[in-house]
C-alpha cells in the first residue's frame, strides 16, 4: 500500500486521489497541513530524496503529491506510474498550480 503525501487543497493531489481510487490502487492519505507532524514526515521524504525532488524546488514546485510506496522508495510522477501499469490518467481538477501562485 502507498502512502500518498499532499494537500486536500492541491489540484495536482486531488488528480492523483481520484486517479487512485478510481483504479483501486491502495493508499493511505496524510493531509501535510493538518498537523506540524504530517508536515514532517514530508519534509523528510523531500530533503533526503534529492534525486526525486531537486528539479521540482527548482522550478518552484512544493513536491506534492509525493508518494512513497512499501519499499520506502518516493516518486511524484503518478501519472506515469499509471500509464506504466496500464492505466490512464485523467483529471478531475483542471487547476494546476504555479510558482505564481496563479489556479492555486
Avoid at 18 to 23: L, M, R
Avoid at 73 to 102: A, H, I, M, Q
Amino acid at each position: 500500500m502507498f502512502i500518498i503525501y499532499g494537500s486536500n487543497n492541491c489540484p495536482d493531489c486531488i488528480n492523483c486521489k481520484a486517479n487512485f481510487d478510481k483504479y483501486h490502487i491502495r493508499y493511505k492519505f496524510v493531509e501535510v497541513l493538518d498537523s506540524l507532524s504530517n508536515l514532517k514526515k514530508f519534509l523528510y521524504y523531500r530533503d533526503n530524496n534529492k534525486d526525486v525532488f531537486n528539479r521540482l524546488i527548482e522550478v518552484g514546485d512544493i513536491g506534492l503529491p509525493a508518494i512513497v510506496d512499501e519499499n520506502d522508495k518516493v516518486f511524484t510522477d503518478w501519472e506515469t506510474y499509471l500509464k506504466e501499469n496500464g492505466f490512464e490518467p485523467f483529471y478531475v481538477s483542471k487547476e494546476f498550480c504555479s510558482r505564481n501562485n496563479k489556479n492555486c
